[in-house]
């Protein structure tokens, strides 16, 4: 086990983003996980960007190839077609991420939307599909002939690793394979996404695997698919509208990380930065009410992917479980954001995670436990 401190890059964001980042950090103080830890900060904030032409994203992006782990704070994405646009393309492209993961999971105390109580992981691309695509206009502007085109594309090694990161998250989670593309309606580009979860089924026949166009997986996930642990693996852009689907049934958009994952050649993980799945929130910045699970959670969860790593400090696994615990059990208590029908504010809940957190692995040392 390594001795050293466990670097973790920071990508600071802006607003509300900004503030829900610095509250979560105060779980990783080496005086709160157990650990060491060493915390490699990147201004990300809109002025800093347009400052260095993005170039301040580029070199977070680089931090964090050598580090392997990462937590990014919500970000602005100015709408000027010239400013410098959103951040979340380029740290992708600039440590080979293929594969985005956000699971909705029960929320103690929290119902539900349409009875659903098991987890359900949404697993999508990283790259390509509708973000990034090149658009252009032609005919006479405003005119009634006026057209709009759009050139998108995908990949094969991105098709194969969304369905074979599906298919090895629902055998750990003993779930399904749920949902997919229009593969009927567009054969040759969503139906590429298609065979790769084929195949993926093949190399996994011990995963329960049940394939639904993308239109009746909505109305699947209304309707009371979710009697196991799902897992649909998806495009970017409807992986991105599935997420925002799936968190709010849980509870809150708030509730859950994600976690943007790069690969070498045998699918092992090379990059882990996660985050919360929510924006800057500019109507909330300052008054200390929003909901900080999502960040907390994202804290956790690089902890948990560090633990999965040869150089990793002991107590990383112990750690991230605390915060995954405490996060869960501050809101069965009572803890509750305005969000999730309760009246606490930001740092008060933050503050109740942290000294659970801190219970916790005084609790555990001191049983000799390496939970």
Not at 51 to 56: C, D, P, Q
Not at 111 to 124: D, E, K, M, Q, W
Not at 261 to 278: G, I, Q, S, Y
Request: overall charge negative; hydrophobic content about 40%; some cysteine.
């Amino acid at each position: 086990m390594a001795t050293e401190p466990l670097t973790i890059t920071i990508l600071e964001g802006d607003e509300t983003g900004q503030e829900l980042l610095e509250q979560a950090l105060r779980v990783l103080d080496p005086e709160v996980a157990g650990l060491p830890i060493a915390l490699d900060r990147f201004d990300l904030s809109l002025a800093k960007r347009r400052e260095t032409g993005n170039g301040v994203v580029e070199e977070s992006a680089a931090a964090m190839r050598a580090s392997g782990l990462g937590i990014k704070a919500a970000t602005i994405t100015p709408e000027g077609k010239d400013d410098v646009g959103s951040p979340n393309r380029i740290v992708r492209e600039g440590v080979d991420g293929k594969v985005i993961i956000r699971t909705g999971r029960r929320i103690p105390g929290v119902n539900p939307v349409a009875g659903v109580y098991l987890p359900i992981s949404v697993v999508r691309m990283a790259v390509d599909d509708a973000y990034g695509a090149k658009q252009w206009r032609e005919g006479a502007e405003d005119s009634p002939d006026e057209i709009a085109y759009r050139t998108e594309k995908i990949s094969r090694s991105v098709c194969t690793a969304v369905a074979e990161y599906a298919f090895r998250t629902a055998k750990k989670t003993s779930g399904k394979v749920y949902g997919g593309p229009k593969w009927t309606v567009s054969p040759i580009y969503e139906g590429m996404l298609k065979e790769e979860m084929d195949r993926a089924a093949e190399r996994h026949p011990d995963v329960w695997y049940e394939p639904v166009l993308i239109d009746a997986t909505y109305a699947g996930l209304i309707s009371g698919a979710a009697d196991s642990p799902l897992v649909i693996p998806a495009l970017n852009r409807d992986g991105d509208c599935l997420s925002d689907l799936v968190m709010p049934m849980f509870g809150s958009i708030a509730g859950a990380e994600s976690v943007l994952l790069a690969f070498d050649e045998n699918f092992k993980t090379t990059v882990a930065m996660a985050e919360a799945p929510h924006g800057t929130a500019p109507a909330l910045q300052g008054k200390d009410i929003a909901n900080p699970m999502a960040m907390l959670l994202a804290c956790g969860a690089v902890l948990a992917y560090a633990a999965d790593r040869d150089d990793a400090p002991a107590g990383a696994d112990r750690a991230s479980r605390a915060i995954y615990e405490s996060v869960l059990e501050a809101v069965a208590s009572g803890v509750k954001t305005h969000d999730l029908g309760g009246s606490a504010g930001t740092t008060e809940f933050t503050d109740a995670v942290v000294e659970r957190v801190k219970t916790k692995i005084e609790v555990w040392s001191s049983l000799g436990s390496t939970v």
